[in-house]
């Protein structure tokens, strides 16, 4: 099945290995931190990883600038709260959930930053999850350029709305126990197979 050579989807913190493997077979992306904010949609700053037990979501807290009304806000102007510590409890749990597979210490180190103490003077979410996808597309090998904005009249491939398949089965650390655990963050298979 043949594509447009411009694929545009939603944000998305740490989104699932589907999204990232959709997003290295086209020739450019479009991320579209511009969607309307919607507080239910918690994919785009919520991820979820694998520890002793399951399935876990880790959750970075927004918020709102003030004066402006909910329907209008876009994704783009959601700041990052510094609530509940957020980036340490993160941290605690990747390196609990994570700390004995084969590429946690190798790779964790490019994370790091991501998980500093806050507030980052103005950062948003969508500022949040570019160095994020900056960080992942390296280790990847991602070549897929990254535009800025959405040009005009180029056919695209809208996944906006559209739920991305799950990739292919991979080694996960406690698949022996659990099973495989499907649709989790790039992070559980990066950590486990190192691509």
């Excluded at 999204?19 to 904010?37: E, F, Q, S």
């Amino acid at each position: 099945m043949s594509h447009a050579p411009l694929l545009v989807v939603p944000p998305r913190l740490f989104a699932p290995a589907a999204y990232y493997d959709l997003i290295a077979g086209y020739d450019a992306v479009y991320v579209d931190y511009d969607m309307r904010y919607n507080k239910r949609d918690k994919a785009v700053h919520r991820y979820d990883i694998a520890d002793a037990r399951g399935r876990l979501s880790l959750t970075v807290p927004v918020s709102h600038p003030e004066g402006f009304s909910s329907g209008r806000l876009r994704w783009s102007d959601i700041g990052v709260s510094a609530h509940g510590r957020w980036w340490e409890v993160q941290t605690v749990a990747l390196e609990s959930a994570y700390g004995g597979t084969p590429y946690f210490e190798y790779l964790f180190d490019s994370f790091r930053p991501l998980f500093g103490p806050r507030p980052v003077e103005g950062e948003t979410i969508a500022d949040l999850i570019r160095r994020a996808n900056n960080v992942v597309r390296r280790i990847m090998g991602i070549r897929t350029y990254f535009l800025k904005t959405l040009p005009p009249d180029v056919p695209f491939d809208d996944y906006r709305t559209t739920s991305v398949a799950d990739c292919a089965p991979y080694r996960q650390l406690r698949q022996d126990r659990l099973g495989f655990i499907p649709s989790l963050s790039i992070l559980d298979r990066l950590f486990n197979e190192g691509h």
